[in-house]
């Protein structure tokens, strides 16, 4: 009796935090910003196929679902995905309650809620919740055919592993340590040479065939980028950082609960107890490794996600050996952990929150800055004449300008990310590869270029480039977000040509103050700033966007024109240099004492105006 008491009261706890749960998800995901891979997927979702360069069809699909029933919003791409995540914690706790009683199924099923990965599941429109789902789908058909095979759980089997395939690349991590797990089992090995798994395999095995045949159609493009192009594949320590990131991210006491229900799970005499601790533990520790050659430029957290997913179930027997402080502390720092990562995604939704950490490296620039860009791109359009294109300079600004527009036919010049994420194949197949000027048929474009996509030392490259594509550029209009931290410019070609010597926006940089530095009611700035083709005119320093002193413009620094070398050999072409240093002397009078942003406003001799990106520092009091 006390059992069932104790299992009825963990299913309202499992309940009432579920529900609590999905309200604080929902409530984030009609907030939060579109991250550019949402909109890439919401673009895929527009060129409806079976199969892209990136992922396999169903994200795309799902996308395309959600906003054809409830339009074109934010809320509406991640509802499905938010539907799938909310039934991962239920399928983690009926399987978890099937085989080791009803209250270690729904506690399981909390840790399920309260694991910060598996937790904010749905809140992005992202191939991890379908994934994850597909992997206890999986799960629970393994578990059921090391007991007896019957026709269920073969088509369990058929549709985790279908819908896995048609998520992403990364399951194939899942299929081959299942596989493992189940070949190292004598159950396992009688349930694989049963006909119905075999059938369930070949299902499961033909839902890759859309991305196959795309692969084989498009010389292994995809293939190439998720197994070849994106990875170093070469030593390096990077991967210590696993353990501590997974650690952090999963929370200390239940990170180390987990690793020792793989341990003890490895060594338990039941089948279906190793089957789980030996799937959990082989993806993690498989990760782990490969995390040593992988790619680190790109997020990898969450891919152990479905080892640990695996372990779960396993969780309620070793907790239940814990002292009841620990238990408890365990279940805080999840949920605390779990809170904190939506608190960061409503931080992200705040701009004024956004721009207070435009000075820090975890500036959220993914996020940031797709509203107010499409907003001035509207306001741009207006003043230019009917039947102007809009063309991106690179796949993100397309899709999340495509979403916020409700065009998903935004031409993208060629740019080096959209072959870093995988992303060229697939906007050549849909004849949104813009050659530049070759092919706008002398009409008026807008180029819309996202500035700080490209690393500041390539900057200057980068704007050559754009030149040799569109010819000079015209005098742009620049858009800070967040001090700058997020950067765009907008040129208009009114579709009659430009020739000449390339013509670019300014550069700039303030060699002093310093960004952070403190600095009295009166004190020095100095830098260089130059804009080739044409030169600068004059330079005023502002602070919080207002003028504070006209600088002193035309120092030599030759040394700046040394710097700035081209890929053709050649060098910053600034008629001015090496005259391109400046000076000022800002004296505060009525600023308070803290945290100010310090910029420039560059005059260009063709007319433009831009405001450069801001840097913060520290104003003392009188």
């Given at each position: 009796m006390r059992d069932k008491d104790e299992a009825s009261a963990m299913r309202k706890v499992f309940w009432a935090?579920?529900?609590?749960?999905?309200?604080?998800?929902?409530?984030?995901?009609?907030?939060?910003?579109?991250?550019?891979?949402?909109?890439?997927?919401?673009?895929?979702?527009?060129?409806?196929?079976?199969?892209?360069?990136?992922?396999?069809?169903?994200?795309?699909?799902?996308?395309r679902l959600g906003v054809e029933l409830g339009g074109n919003h934010t809320l509406a791409l991640r509802a499905p995905f938010l539907l799938i995540a909310a039934l991962v914690p239920w399928l983690l706790a009926r399987i978890a309650a099937r085989e080791f009683g009803e209250r270690s199924g729904w506690l399981a099923g909390c840790y399920g809620l309260l694991l910060p990965l598996s937790g904010t599941l749905g809140v992005l429109a992202l191939p991890d919740a379908m994934m994850a789902l597909a992997t206890l789908l999986?799960?629970?058909?393994?578990?059921?055919?090391?007991?007896?095979?019957?026709?269920?759980?073969?088509?369990?089997?058929?549709?985790?592993?279908?819908?896995?395939?048609?998520?992403?690349?990364?399951?194939?991590?899942?299929?081959?340590?299942?596989?493992?797990?189940?070949?190292?089992?004598?159950?396992?090995?009688?349930?694989?040479?049963?006909?119905?798994?075999?059938?369930?395999?070949?299902?499961?095995?033909?839902?890759?065939?859309?991305?196959?045949?795309?692969?084989?159609?498009?010389?292994?493009?995809?293939?190439?980028?998720?197994?070849?192009?994106?990875?170093?594949?070469?030593?390096?320590?990077?991967?210590?950082?696993?353990?501590?990131?997974?650690?952090?991210?999963?929370?200390?006491?239940?990170?180390?609960?987990?690793?020792?229900?793989?341990?003890?799970g490895a060594r338990d005499p039941s089948p279906v107890t190793r089957y789980l601790a030996l799937l959990g533990s082989l993806v993690v520790l498989g990760f782990f490794v490969l995390g040593f050659f992988a790619d680190t430029e790109r997020v990898s957290f969450h891919w152990p996600l479905p080892g640990f997913l695996a372990l779960l179930p396993l969780l309620p027997m070793v907790l239940a050996r814990w002292p009841g402080w620990a238990r408890g502390l365990t279940a805080g720092l999840a949920g605390a952990t779990l809170l904190a990562m939506l608190g960061y995604y409503v931080a992200v939704s705040m701009p004024e929150l956004r721009a207070r950490s435009a000075g820090e490296k975890w500036y959220p620039s993914n996020f940031a800055g797709w509203d107010e860009l499409a907003r001035k791109v509207r306001a741009r359009q207006q003043t230019m004449p009917a039947g102007t294109r809009i063309v991106a300079d690179n796949f993100k600004v397309g899709a999340e300008l495509g979403f916020a527009l409700d065009d998903p036919r935004i031409a993208v010049l060629d740019h080096p990310i959209n072959h870093k994420h995988g992303r060229a194949p697939q906007l050549r197949l849909w004849g949104l590869h813009s050659a530049g000027r070759a092919d706008w048929d002398g009409k008026p474009v807008l180029l819309v270029v996202g500035v700080t996509e490209v690393e500041y030392k390539n900057l200057l490259q980068r704007y050559h480039d754009l030149c040799a594509m569109v010819g000079p550029l015209p005098p742009p209009q620049t858009i800070n977000i967040d001090h700058g931290r997020q950067r765009f410019a907008l040129f208009a070609f009114d579709g009659k040509p430009r020739e000449g010597a390339c013509t670019t926006p300014a550069m700039a940089w303030v060699d002093t103050p310093a960004a952070g530095s403190k600095v009295g009611r009166e004190f020095q700035v100095g830098g260089w700033a130059f804009k080739d083709g044409v030169g600068l005119q004059r330079v005023e320093v502002m602070l919080d966007g207002r003028v504070v002193a006209q600088a002193e413009y035309g120092g030599e620094l030759p040394g700046v024109r040394e710097?700035?070398?081209?890929?053709?050999?050649?060098?910053?072409?600034?008629?001015?240099?090496?005259?391109?240093?400046?000076?000022?002397?800002?004296?505060?009078?009525?600023?308070?004492?803290?945290?100010?942003w310090l910029g420039l406003r560059l005059h260009g001799r063709d007319g433009s105006v831009e405001d450069w990106a801001e840097q913060p520092i520290e104003v003392g009091r009188r």
């Open positions: 935090l579920w529900t609590l749960v999905l309200l604080l998800k929902l409530a984030v995901a009609a907030k939060l910003p579109l991250f550019v891979d949402e909109a890439f997927y919401w673009q895929e979702g527009r060129h409806p196929a079976a199969a892209y360069s990136d992922l396999p069809g169903l994200t795309a699909w799902l996308a999986c799960l629970d058909a393994g578990a059921r055919l090391l007991r007896e095979v019957d026709a269920r759980s073969a088509v369990e089997l058929a549709a985790g592993l279908a819908l896995g395939a048609l998520s992403h690349y990364r399951f194939i991590a899942v299929i081959g340590v299942g596989f493992v797990a189940l070949m190292l089992l004598p159950e396992g090995r009688r349930a694989l040479r049963d006909v119905r798994v075999i059938i369930a395999v070949a299902i499961g095995a033909s839902a890759w065939a859309p991305l196959v045949a795309w692969n084989m159609d498009n010389a292994d493009a995809g293939l190439r980028f998720q197994l070849v192009e994106r990875h170093p594949w070469s030593f390096h320590v990077d991967g210590l950082w696993f353990v501590a990131i997974q650690a952090l991210l999963v929370t200390p006491l239940l990170f180390a609960a987990l690793a020792l229900a793989g341990w003890r710097y700035w070398k081209l890929a053709d050999g050649g060098r910053s072409s600034d008629p001015q240099h090496p005259k391109v240093g400046f000076t000022a002397k800002v004296a505060l009078d009525a600023e308070p004492a803290g945290r100010h």
